[in-house]
């Protein structure tokens, strides 16, 4: 059986910068059924719910991870950090439940992939990759967002 990471605001949870949740019902069920595990990797960096939203700046995930682009709130707090602790997190738990593929949520900072917001608050897309999603991809897992997953 092929085991998923997933994002946990699309298994329902409401750990949304606005503590809300992006419920997808066929991710909530693969939860249920054991064949996915969930993380919010913001949350599991240490950042509350509600919070600030964040972008990244000066690049993508992937820049991040080399020390070479940041993670902004929107009230200018470098959160950086979180977002590598809770990427570092998702990578952990990814490892220990035998998960080879990841369903991340569409163009977070955390678990975008492909394409996320800029940095300027503008809802403005570049492409890349979100800090956990980055790490993931990393790692060797193959990594799509709810709109590209079909179960
Ligand atoms: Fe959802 Fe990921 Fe944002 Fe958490 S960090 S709310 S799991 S998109």
Known sequence: M?????SACLAGVPCRHDG???LVEAVAEMVA???AVAICPEVAGGLPVPRVEAEVQGGSGDAILQGR???VGADGRDL???FLAGAHAALRLARAFGATAAVLKARSPSCGSGAIYDGTFSRKLVPGDGVAAAL???A???VMSDEEFSP
Do not use: I, P, W, Y
């Open 2 to 6: 092929k085991r998923f990471l997933v």
């Open 140 to 142: 060797g897992l193959e």
């Open 136 to 138: 993931l991809k990393r």
């Open 20 to 22: 809300r949740a992006n």
């Open 33 to 35: 059924r054991g064949e």
């Open 80 to 82: 950086t950090e979180s």
């Open 69 to 71: 682009a940041r993670v």
